[in-house]
């Protein structure tokens, strides 16, 4: 069903108002464009499925009220591009959330299953995928696209339901919480143009070159929200920073950073790039940012991250979840050379599956032996 006026978007909503969840899922654009263009939304629980064109001249809203009921779980799979889009159109994030992708990573199912896969896995059906790539601002849609469309959220309805028991049943119904509590964070999806130059790939860089890259990257995060454009298309990121490097004095000068035309160099932008540079420069040397270092790696504890691995390895495979969601090669690194790292891995429910005994691995109180060709602990007293 492609809904396409006010009147049948009301009443498909209605139909679904007392509903304990719906799956939900979008299409869009975003190639060209700053913020993504939604193209397409699609939401279905049990012989309720639809899809909703934003493109028609329709209101909106009876589908905000439904995703901003706090009564209603919303079913997501990768549910981050898709909350974005939702945030910056209704203003607020649609609370409260359940994410298969993060759920089938707690339940054993493999590390960001796509969406296909997890189908495979849990229901045994093929999802054809052929239309994926396809451009979804183009009218009318072929009936292919929308079989597509709604094949997504009817089958995550069925993958949501057999989700729900699993985690029911292994007492993990907690732990999918814990990690859908970030998705549910609105800083998460809120654009703070200040903080844009952080983005950008740099190392060795002096507080005087970040304070103007600073400057240049608010700059271009703020024309690209006002035109709708991807960042790169208005200063790529490597002129910002030559221009941060090299401080040219005016339009001439800026003219000779490679990878900015001359027409832009002696144009609005040109001009607006000279002035965030100086605005940089002027600002009070104590609110510039500290200078970047690349720090040396610790060495000498590579011995004490392949026990860590090798336990890590251990509990994940007991409780069958993926390494990756309980801690990284960076995180092993910061438990076997810090005294209180500050890690995900000694929080939560990771804590109780690695975390405690990864500390008492360190502390001396636990060991790890060969047994029948496999790696089991063994506390000591």
């Known amino acids: 069903m492609l809904i396409t006026t006010s009147a049948e978007l009301v009443r498909f909503c209605d139909a679904l108002a007392e509903a304990p969840y719906i799956a939900v899922d979008t299409e869009f654009m975003r190639e060209k464009r700053y913020y993504s263009q939604l193209c397409l939304v699609q939401v279905a629980y049990g012989e309720h499925a639809a899809a909703i064109d934003p493109f028609a001249n329709i209101s909106m809203a009876p589908l905000r ?68 790539a396809t451009d979804w601002s183009i009218r009318p849609l072929t009936e292919q696209q929308l079989s597509y469309a709604l094949s997504d959220v009817t089958h995550l309805c069925k993958v949501y339901e057999k989700m729900v028991a699993q985690l029911t049943e292994s007492g993990r119904t907690e732990w999918v919480r814990e990690e859908l509590a970030s998705l549910e964070d609105a800083s998460r999806y809120t654009i703070d143009p200040a903080e844009a130059w952080r983005r950008v790939r740099i190392r060795n860089a002096k507080s005087k070159v970040l304070v103007v890259l600073k400057e240049l990257a608010m700059w271009r995060e703020q024309e690209a929200m006002k035109r709708d454009t991807p960042r790169g298309w208005i200063v790529r990121d490597d002129a910002m920073l030559e221009i941060a490097r090299n401080l040219p004095k005016n339009a001439e000068a800026l003219a000779r950073v490679r990878n900015l035309s001359h027409s832009t160099a002696r144009g609005p932008d040109g001009k607006a790039m000279l002035a965030a540079m100086n605005r940089g420069l002027k600002s009070p040397e104590d609110t510039w940012p500290a200078p970047l270092k690349s720090g040396s790696k610790p060495t000498g504890h590579e011995p004490l991250v392949a026990l860590l691995q090798a336990l890590l390895q251990l509990r994940c495979s007991t409780h069958g979840v993926a390494t990756s969601l309980i801690a990284r090669r960076a995180d092993l690194d910061r438990l076997a050379t810090e005294k209180n790292p500050d890690i995900d891995a000694l929080r939560g429910w990771r804590r109780d599956v690695f975390g405690a005994d990864a500390l008492e691995l360190l502390a001396g109180r636990l060991a790890l032996t060969g047994q029948d060709g496999a790696v089991v602990d063994a506390p000591l007293s």
């Open 65 to 132: 009220d439904l995703l901003c009921n706090p009564k209603i779980t919303k079913v997501f799979h990768a549910a981050s591009q898709d909350l974005e889009i939702f945030f910056h159109r209704i203003g607020q994030v649609p609370t409260p959330i359940f994410d298969t992708q993060i759920a089938a990573a707690v339940c054993g199912l493999g590390e960001q299953p796509g969406y296909a896969r997890l189908v495979s896995a849990m229901l045994g059906i093929h999802v054809d995928k052929s239309s994926q």
